[in-house]
C-alpha cells in the first residue's frame, strides 16, 4: 500500500499529494525534490502568478507550510528507503542503467 500525505488541492479541485516520496498532483508524479524559490530560475514569474509561493515541485508552487508538510513526507519516505536492502540494490540498478545510457548502451 503506498504512503500517501495529503498536502493541498489546487483551486481547479486537484489533489497535490506526497506518495512513496513522490509530490503527485491529481495522482501523477509532478516532482521528487523541491526548489526554494529563490533558486528557481522563473522565480520573478512565479512571484506575480502566485504571491505566497515559496517553493516550486515541478509545475506545483507551494506556501512554506504546504512546503514543510511535503518535505517532511518525502524525508520520512528516503529514511524508510535508505535503509532497505532491496531499494540499494533498486538504487544500484538505477545508476548503472543510466550510465549505461550515458554511454550509448540501449
Do not use: S
Amino acid at each position: 500500500m503506498a504512503a500517501t500525505t495529503y498536502v493541498k488541492t489546487t483551486q481547479d479541485g486537484r489533489l497535490v499529494e506526497v506518495i512513496d516520496g513522490q509530490l503527485c498532483l491529481g495522482g501523477q508524479p509532478e516532482a521528487d525534490t523541491l526548489v526554494p524559490l529563490i533558486e528557481h530560475p522563473n522565480r520573478q514569474a512565479i512571484q506575480k502568478a502566485v504571491p505566497g509561493a515559496t517553493h516550486m515541485a515541478g509545475r506545483v508552487p507551494l506556501r512554506h507550510d504546504e512546503a514543510a508538510i511535503a518535505q517532511g513526507a518525502m524525508d520520512t519516505t528516503r529514511r524508510a528507503f535508505v535503509n532497505d536492502p532491496v531499494a540499494i540494490a533498486e538504487r544500484f540498478r538505477k545508476v548503472i542503467w543510466a550510465k549505461a545510457q550515458a554511454e550509448g548502451v540501449e
